[in-house]
């Protein structure tokens, strides 16, 4: 498979899942090699200096660095800039960061070799995989800090993941933190000018986590719908909120597609059909199509802006060899994603917010079920702390969501005066979003459990096929049990 001009997030999503090995295009390697050439000889002439080729970097690019150490300069951009902490950068979002560089290089505009790009590809074709810190990063220059410890094993130093060993459950931390310290096997790569500067300025941290997230989110969206429907039937719910007519009034495109799947996974449903003694039901019933809907747009609009970024050349100074140009500018500031990791935390951390209300009326004693699903309430207490940690979860998300995008602490002597803060919007986005395939194992635990309390009627074949497969994975039965054993039975296989 080969890195193309364009990628879609799908595109990349399927060239991670398949484990094929990816290369570059012939025109990709004469357009980085025309790049290099170019740089090189422009190296080589008596001009002004150039940032980050032959000067300092950030607030030091008025120093002068002399041509006989300009390769020296890039090995310890690498090495000072390799400053993260926190805790280790999930390998997946590593891999992608891999992938999403080498495409930037591809382009032929940061004045790289063919062996350096080719290295980052014989890396993620290798499952050599970097070790990364969380934190680091102000999402301006470039990742610097996270994308220094990505690059550092490409001239053999830093650290890399050991693939070698398998480390089970009974394993301790210990051990395990042991385990990871390897050193990557010494490399042939030599940096030339601005290629340590290439690969660690840019937004592929930010990406990568980005993409993560989202190809999370629209599994989350798709499986919200699916959760509602079942809680609508645990709930004796009603469906006339989901009928056309409202929504082709106020249309809306994820607020037409939600309700118009709710219906659909509700069709069939003997629950559904019988008469309902109530004229309406809760907001967070009712309003499933507004406020799934309302998500899912936002999901569609942060998806757009990273697949242009994805795209786009991130580093600097951008080179322009047919302009005979070489500009230093500001395609490294991760603002464009920082304010839709934000907002995409915002989009999803909704869902969660939605879900647990309906927990909450699942397990409230109302609609004819028993006070928290049990049959023996007091003697057990059922799904009451089931609730509780869905609640607790939700003001987490809350806190979680206050953007990081208005933040900014200026860095570099005044140089770097304002940054995106991105990187830290990126870390919390994954943290919401993990929180919210919590808080739907719990919804579809209590939703599975209050349907048993609507025997004999059927529900739709959908939403039987669901709870059958529930009951294949966890224990729903009555009585009192360590709901936290089954709640992430039922994560685990959301995948």
Same mark, same amino acid.
């Not at 190296?43 to 940032?51: A, H, L, S, T």
């Not at 919210?436 to 939403?463: C, D, N, Y």
């Given at each position: 498979m080969q890195l193309a001009e364009h990628h879609t997030l799908e595109d990349i999503q399927?060239?991670?899942?398949?484990?094929?090995? $990816?290369?570059?295009?012939?025109?990709?390697k004469a357009n980085i090699e025309k790049c290099h050439k170019y740089l090189l000889d422009k190296?080589?002439?008596?001009?002004?200096?150039? +940032?980050?080729v032959n000067t300092g970097f950030g607030s030091l690019c008025n120093t002068e660095?002399?041509?006989?150490d300009l390769s020296q300069l890039q090995i310890n951009l690498l090495r000072s800039h390799a400053c993260g902490a926190g805790a280790y950068v999930p390998k997946k979002i590593i891999k992608l960061m891999l992938l999403l560089k080498a495409q930037s290089l591809s382009y032929g505009h940061s004045g790289v070799q063919l062996a350096t790009v080719e290295k980052l590809l014989e890396f993620y074709n290798n499952d050599i995989i970097p070790i990364v810190y969380?934190?680091?990063?102000?999402?301006?220059?470039?990742?610097?800090? &996270?994308?220094?410890?990505?690059?550092?094993?490409?001239?053999?130093?830093? %650290?890399?993941?050991?693939?070698?060993?398998?480390?089970?459950?009974? =394993?301790?931390?210990?051990?395990?933190?042991?385990?990871?310290?390897?050193? &990557?096997?010494?490399?042939?790569?030599?940096?030339?000018?601005?290629?340590?500067?290439?690969?660690?300025?840019?937004? =592929?941290?930010?990406?990568?986590?980005?993409?993560?997230?989202?190809?999370?989110?629209?599994?989350?969206?798709?499986?919200?719908?699916?959760?509602?429907?079942?809680?609508?039937?645990?709930?004796?719910?009603?469906?006339? &909120?989901?009928?056309? +007519?409202?929504?082709?009034?106020?249309?809306?495109?994820?607020?037409?597609?939600?309700?118009?799947?709710?219906?659909?996974?509700?069709?069939?449903?003997e629950i559904l059909a019988q008469e309902k003694v109530h004229v309406q039901d809760p907001y967070s019933f009712r309003c499933v199509?507004?406020?799934?809907?309302?998500?899912?747009?936002?999901?569609?609009?942060?998806?757009? $802006?990273?697949?242009?970024?994805?795209?786009? $050349?991130?580093?600097?100074?951008?080179?322009?060899?047919?302009?005979?140009? $070489?500009?230093?500018?500001g395609n490294f500031h991760g603002q464009p994603l920082a304010l839709q990791l934000d907002y995409l935390a915002i989009a999803i951390a909704e869902i969660g917010s939605i879900?647990?209300?309906?927990?909450?009326?699942?397990?409230?004693?109302?609609?004819?079920?028993?006070?928290?699903? @049990?049959?023996?309430?007091?003697? %057990?207490?059922?799904?009451?702390?089931?609730?509780?940690?869905?609640?607790?979860?939700?003001?987490?998300n809350k806190q979680l969501c206050t953007p990081s995008s208005v933040d900014s602490i200026e860095s570099s002597?005044?140089?770097?005066?304002?940054?995106s803060m991105g990187a830290n919007a990126a870390t919390k986005c994954l943290r919401v979003i993990?929180?919210?395939?919590?808080?739907?194992?719990?919804?579809?635990? @209590?939703?599975?459990?209050?349907?048993?309390?609507?025997?004999?009627? *059927?529900?739709? *074949?959908?939403? %039987?096929?669901?709870?059958a497969k529930v009951k294949s994975i966890a224990d729903i039965s009555d009585g009192d049990k360590v709901w936290a054993d089954e709640v992430e039975k039922i994560r685990l296989s959301f995948g």
């Open positions: 399927q060239i991670a899942a398949s484990g094929e090995q $990816v290369t570059l295009s012939d025109t990709a190296v080589k002439q008596d001009g002004p200096p150039i +940032y980050g660095i002399d041509s006989k969380e934190l680091g990063s102000l999402g301006a220059s470039g990742d610097l800090a &996270p994308l220094s410890h990505l690059a550092l094993p490409l001239i053999g130093e830093g %650290e890399v993941w050991n693939t070698s060993l398998s480390l089970n459950s009974s =394993q301790s931390l210990g051990s395990f933190a042991e385990a990871k310290k390897v050193k &990557p096997q010494p490399s042939n790569l030599q940096l030339g000018p601005k290629e340590g500067l290439a690969l660690i300025n840019g937004t =592929q941290f930010m990406q990568a986590y980005g993409l993560h997230c989202l190809f999370k989110a629209k599994d989350i969206l798709k499986r919200a719908d699916l959760l509602a429907a079942l809680c609508i039937e645990a709930y004796d719910g009603r469906q006339e &909120p989901f009928l056309a +007519y409202s929504h082709q009034i106020r249309p809306h495109k994820g607020q037409l597609a939600t309700a118009k799947a709710v219906l659909s996974h509700l069709q069939g449903s199509p507004q406020v799934h809907g309302a998500s899912k747009d936002a999901v569609d609009h942060v998806s757009a $802006v990273f697949e242009t970024e994805i795209n786009s $050349v991130t580093d600097n100074p951008n080179v322009f060899p047919d302009e005979d140009l $070489v500009l230093s500018a879900a647990e209300r309906r927990i909450y009326r699942l397990v409230e004693g109302k609609r004819g079920l028993p006070a928290f699903l @049990t049959a023996n309430p007091g003697l %057990e207490s059922g799904l009451m702390i089931a609730q509780y940690t869905a609640a607790s979860i939700v003001s987490q002597n005044g140089q770097e005066d304002h940054v993990e929180n919210v395939e919590r808080i739907q194992a719990i919804e579809l635990l @209590t939703a599975s459990k209050g349907l048993e309390f609507r025997r004999p009627l *059927q529900s739709s *074949q959908v939403l %039987e096929d669901l709870v």
